[in-house]
């Protein structure tokens, strides 16, 4: 991991008890922060807390649905009460699943949950979170957006508007709050296996055929622990110049010409 130190700073992490969101919580822990791990799946929150005291890891798990603005202010507050202050705000959690019906079929209910959870979740854990973070040194909100954000596969049109949102959403924070002393960063993750990171796969080897591996220029699909790194970078003092820009990590695939 990055040789950074985060002994004494408090990082939340939504949708944290699985997948790139349990990757960051993990490297994060392990570089001596203090994690607080906001997930709605109250189930794998808990498993998640287990699985990282087997690895000598203390983590602190808050159950939170981050589109409910009342449960986004009782996060805070509990967050508050134990450790005074945030360091980093890192909004992961979303609805990962980028395919809905097709136009003519499309239901809006979908779509506006998508939104509530991918877009409105991050603003309102932004809004909430402001006081703390105000309260730290050098504080940083990072948004977990996605490669989908500049490019698409046909209906995916709730997923790719949340997070084309939050792409913006991260200049509007950064210019927001800079008087304030927040830095607002992005990453946009391209294919990354959380396969094994999953509370009901835990331990499964992925398999990537050689087709899945050749479609990225570093010739392997991502892994939780390539976000992982460049969020422990974006999060600290080293990356006291970068606010209000998104970094793709992708292995190439998105810069890779197609000619059929
Ligand atoms: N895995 C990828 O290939 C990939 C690529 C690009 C972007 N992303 C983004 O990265 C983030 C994490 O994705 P992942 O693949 O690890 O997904 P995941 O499904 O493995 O994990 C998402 C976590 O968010 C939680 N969550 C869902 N809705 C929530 C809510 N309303 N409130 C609180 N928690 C909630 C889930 O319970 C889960 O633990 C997402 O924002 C996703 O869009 C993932």
Known sequence: MADTNYSGKTILITGGAQGIGFGMAQAFAAAGGNVVIADSDEE????AVKSLKKLQLEVLFIPCDVSKE????????RVEEKYGQLNALINNAGIADPFMGSLDALDMAEFDQV??????GPLLCAKYALPL?????HPVILNISSTRAFMSEPNTFAYTASKGGLEALTHSLAVSLSKEGVRVNAIAPGWIETGGWQKEDAGQAPQHTKQDQEQHLVGRVGMP???AEAALFLCSEKAGFITGQSLTIDGGMTVKMIYV
Do not use: C, F, T, Y
């Open 44 to 47: 794998a929150g808990e498993q």
């Open 70 to 77: 009342q449960e986004v202010e009782e996060l805070m507050q």
């Open 115 to 120: 939104l509530s959870v991918n877009l409105r």
């Open 133 to 137: 973070l105000k309260k730290a040194k």
């Open 225 to 227: 622990a390539d976000i």
